[in-house]
Nanobody
Framework: QVQLMESGGDSVQAGGSLRLSCEAS????????MGWFRQAPGKGREAVAL???????QYADDVKGRFTISEGDAKNSLYLQMNSLKPEDTAMYYC??????????????????WGKGTQVTVSS
């Protein structure tokens, strides 16, 4: 069973930066689609950024130019560098992954596995 563990959430002031990390365990092969999602209080879950390995990276419009998703050196590890943070970025951030990538690895697609989340709070 794949398990995803996020870390790096914190409370920061607007304009600050954070780096979230995600480590996957329990799967011996490369997970082809990995990404970050978030859910703010009272709102639905939304995609933030995805890596469709060896194909492309995708970003939600409101984080383009501020957030960068990247793979770690370790297999199935993932980072999210968040710069110029805004109060509206406040949310629980979740790492998610799917075994298969390709056309199914989209910001609007479903993911097979989810972490428990790490809280990001941005104050004005």
């Amino acid at each position: 069973q794949v398990q995803l563990m996020e870390s790096g959430g914190d409370s920061v002031q607007a304009g600050g930066s954070l780096r979230l990390s995600c480590e996957a365990s329990g799967y011996p092969y490369s997970l082809s689609c990995m990404g970050w999602f978030r859910q703010a209080p009272g709102k639905g879950r939304e995609a933030v950024a995805l890596i469709n390995k060896n194909i492309d990276t995708q970003y939600a419009d409101d984080v383009k130019g501020r957030f960068t998703i990247s793979e770690g050196d370790a297999k199935n590890s993932l980072y999210l560098q968040m710069n110029s943070l805004k109060p509206e970025d406040t949310a629980m951030y979740y790492c998610a992954a799917s075994v298969w990538g390709g056309s199914s690895c989209r910001l609007t697609g479903d993911m097979d596995y989810w972490g428990k989340g790490t809280q990001v709070t941005v104050s004005s």
